[in-house]
C-alpha cells in the first residue's frame, strides 16, 4: 500500500520504469493467485500451497 501511495506523491512520485516494475511483480502474484484458486477447486482441498496465512516474507513483511 506504500507503494500505491508514492505513485500518487505528485511531489516526490516514482520514477516510471519502477512503477512499471512493481505493476509487473503485482501481475505476477495476482496470476499466481488465480492458479492457487483453480488448483485449490482442482483438488477439492481447503487450502494451497503458495499462499499461507502468515508466512513471513522478505523484508519483514508477511502475506496474513
Known amino acids: 500500500?506504500?507503494?500505491l501511495a508514492d505513485l500518487r506523491d505528485r511531489e516526490n512520485?516514482?520514477?516510471i520504469d519502477r512503477a512499471k516494475a512493481?505493476?509487473?511483480v503485482a501481475t505476477v502474484l495476482i496470476n499466481s493467485a488465480k492458479v492457487?484458486?483453480?488448483y485449490i477447486k482442482a483438488t477439492k482441498r481447503k487450502s494451497g500451497e503458495f499462499?499461507?496465512?502468515g508466512k513471513?516474507?522478505?523484508?519483514g513483511g508477511s502475506n496474513g
Do not use: L, Q
Not at 513471513?56 to 523484508?59: G, H, Q, R
Open 36 to 38: 492457487e484458486v483453480e
Open 51 to 53: 499462499f499461507r496465512p
Open 56 to 59: 513471513v516474507i522478505e523484508n
Open 13 to 15: 512520485p516514482m520514477p
Open 1 to 3: 500500500m506504500a507503494t
Open 22 to 24: 512493481v505493476a509487473e
